[in-house]
Nanobody
Framework: VQLQASGGGLVQAGGSLRLSCAAS????????MGWFRQAPGKEHQFVVA????????YYADSVKGRFTISRDNAKKMVYLQMNSLKPEDTAVYYC????????????????WGQGTLVTVSS
């Protein structure tokens, strides 16, 4: 599967952004999808994952209640709605796909998009 993330940009603290991840490939609906982020000089940080059906989600504590993941298997799309953004949310955001169970571990996601930069100003 190939992934392409988009929707990043510059936003003020308290604002919102919606990231999109477009997937190619015939078996998109069989993948667990995740969003990760990487701030300058830091490791990849898990943000959220969604099951193949969309029926289960798992959020990092740092974004719980502010971010919402969703997927549309017919369109081969995954979305990340980010509300109440904070300066500490500034990072490059990546969508990733895995055939494993829902996991927070980056190494268990073999497929990654190119990333989209989100910058939150204070």
């Amino acid at each position: 599967v190939q992934l392409q993330a988009s929707g990043g940009g510059l936003v003020q603290a308290g604002g919102s952004l919606r990231l999109s991840c477009a997937a190619s490939g015939r078996t998109f609906s069989s993948y667990v999808m995740g969003w990760f982020r990487q701030a300058p000089g830091k490791e990849h940080q898990f943000v959220v994952a969604i099951s193949w059906s969309g029926g289960s989600t798992y959020y990092a504590d740092s974004v719980k209640g502010r971010f919402t993941i969703s997927r549309d298997n017919a369109k081969k799309m995954v979305y990340l709605q980010m509300n109440s953004l904070k300066p500490e949310d500034t990072a490059v955001y990546y969508c990733a796909a895995s055939t494993h169970r829902m996991t927070t571990i980056p190494d268990e996601y073999p497929y990654w998009g190119q990333g989209t930069l989100v910058t939150v100003s204070s």
